[in-house]
């Protein structure tokens, strides 16, 4: 058990939506959760972040670790936890709501590394960053979103920012 003040690392049993949550709900703040190298896992529900957790979700590489999903990744941010970071993970769309949701009113996450292939799915947002609800609405969220591949692209929105005062953007 480590003492406080020490990141672990968690591996997730296997890519599948199940196991990557058990994991994620397994971790503390500040942990990381290592997805395992998969050439087909799949996602057949959404798979969620809470807010009370800034965790490192880690694959073994973009085209090693490969998510094939139609579902969403919620990140819900907070700005009291660890950075939260989504890394080296191939993210294939298999249907319209496959995204990743950066909730809430943390400004230190970073999403990079990934590549995000929507296999020619026309319409859809792949990264969409904003806050929660009208709760918050003098917070703000951002991150860094850098060196990820987005490919196989058919007229969708690569990363959509909104925010509830100005509307989508």
Not at 14 to 35: F, M, N, P, R, Y
Not at 80 to 104: E, K, S, V, Y
Not at 112 to 140: P, R
Request: net charge negative; proline share 4%; with cysteine.
């Amino acid at each position: 058990v480590p003492f406080a003040g020490h990141a672990i690392v968690i591996p997730a049993a296997s890519c599948s939506a199940v196991d990557v949550q058990a994991a994620i709900d397994q971790a503390s703040d500040g942990d990381t959760v290592q997805l395992p190298a998969c050439a087909n896992g799949t996602w057949t529900t959404d798979v969620t972040i809470p807010a009370t957790k800034g965790i490192i979700l880690q694959g073994m590489g973009a085209g090693a670790t490969v998510i094939a999903t139609g579902h969403k990744l919620w990140v819900d941010t907070s700005p009291t936890n660890a950075p939260m970071r989504i890394t080296g993970i191939t993210f294939q769309r298999t249907g319209m709501d496959m995204r990743i949701h950066m909730l809430g009113s943390a400004t230190d996450w970073r999403i990079d590394h990934n590549t995000f292939d929507d296999a020619g799915f026309s319409g859809a947002y792949t990264i969409e960053v904003g806050v929660k609800g009208n709760e918050n609405l003098d917070s703000y969220n951002y991150g860094v979103i850098d060196h990820n591949a987005f490919i196989n692209r058919n007229n969708g929105t690569s990363v959509h920012v909104s925010w509830v005062r100005w509307g989508n953007v």
